[in-house]
Nanobody, 117 residues
Framework: QVQLVESGGGLVHPGGSLRLSCAAS????????MGWYRQAPGKGRELVAS???????NYADSVKGRFSISRDNAKNTVYLQMNSLKPDDTALYYC???????????WGQGTQVTVSS
């Protein structure tokens, strides 16, 4: 069993910044790739960014150049630095972690990000 706890969401003006954190606990020895997904009202869940065990990142086209994902393996924590935020970034952001034994995707409870003037 793995538990993921997100923090750092909130309300910001367009152009502002937020830093999300996700701390993993439990059977973390099985975790490999971690990442962030988001779900806006009326839309499905979409990948924002992911990062491998070795630190190689991957980003959705809509956030390239604005968001940065990183991880601290010693702390079992993944971060998402979000800059130049737009109203279209408004969504519930979920932390995700891929386990190998057995293969399974774990999800956090979500943290709300709202970008509004």
């Amino acid at each position: 069993q793995v538990q993921l706890v997100e923090s750092g969401g909130g309300l910001v003006h367009p152009g502002g910044s937020l830093r999300l954190s996700c701390a993993a606990s439990g059977r973390t020895y099985s975790l490999t790739t971690m990442g962030w997904y988001r779900q806006a009202p009326g839309k499905g869940r979409e990948l924002v960014a992911s990062i491998t065990q070795m630190g190689s990142p991957n980003y959705a086209d809509s956030v390239k150049g604005r968001f940065s994902i990183s991880r601290d393996n010693a702390k079992n924590t993944v971060y998402l630095q979000m800059n130049s935020l737009k109203p279209d970034d408004t969504a519930l952001y979920y932390c995700n972690a891929l386990a190998l034994t057995p293969p399974y995707n774990f999800w956090g409870q979500g943290t709300q990000v709202t970008v509004s003037s």
